[in-house]
């Protein structure tokens, strides 16, 4: 089973921050936070990871709480093209298997 | 594009038949993992393969079987299939190399049993 809690879905306005929340109170010390998002009919594409530290990269920024039992998932200027529904994973390092959960169906709308 | 290219796009097949599906890697990935998605859910892990060894497996019965060659390109294959196993299965490949490497998918097999 997937160890987060995400909303079911979520609405942004086109040009506004969308900040997708993301849960994970049983996360362990060596476990990382990833975020992967679907757009339609389409293979799910890597956004950004984490430790314990913000990161930042072209696509998106992850903050993650001091305590690590939850984080936010922020793209800074949402366009049409940023509709997909967006996973959060936690997992112990690269080349272990993904758990994906339902994810968050964000629509940006005009 | 990701570099990971799966085939064929679609396929059609009948209950109690036999089904091969190709995934390759991208360059310099010694790691693939496949996935099944069925319609309305999140990608379900099913196995995954390093350097042609299979390390670690889903939920999944023994007649979802696997190969990786040594070029690192893989097969899905799944026996006697089920109406059930209707959906998209994707590949992804990754480094599998140290901390925070990220997979990387193809657009996925849609496969439809009748």
């Known amino acids: 089973d997937a160890k987060t809690t995400q909303p079911t879905s979520m609405d942004c306005a086109e040009g506004r921050a969308a900040n997708l929340p993301c849960n994970h109170s049983?996360?362990?010390?060596?476990?990382?936070v990833y975020w992967y998002r679907q757009i339609h009919s389409q293979g799910p594409q890597y956004i950004i990871h984490g430790l314990k530290n913000n990161e930042t990269n072209e696509m998106a920024s992850l903050i993650i709480t001091e305590d690590r039992k939850s984080s936010t998932l922020i793209l800074p200027h949402a366009t049409l093209r940023d509709t997909a529904v967006y996973y959060c994973i936690v997992r112990f390092q690269a080349g272990t298997a993904l758990i994906f959960g339902k994810g968050t169906t964000l629509s940006v709308s005009s | 594009e990701t570099g990971v290219t799966q085939s064929p796009t679609h396929l059609i097949k009948t209950r109690g038949q036999q089904v091969t599906l190709r995934c390759s890697s991208q360059s310099g990935h010694n790691t693939v993992s496949w996935y099944q998605q069925a319609l309305g859910q999140g990608p379900q892990f099913i196995f995954q393969?390093?350097?042609?060894?299979?390390?670690g497996r889903g939920n999944f019965p023994p007649r979802f079987s696997g190969l990786q060659f040594p070029n690192y390109s893989s097969e899905l294959n799944v026996n006697a299939l089920e109406l059930d196993d209707s959906a998209l299965y994707l590949c992804a490949s990754s480094s599998g190399a140290g901390k925070g490497g990220e997979a990387f998918f193809g657009q996925g097999t849609r496969l439809t049993v009748v």
């Open positions: 393969y390093y350097r042609e060894e299979e390390n």
């Open positions: 049983t996360i362990s010390g060596n476990e990382y």
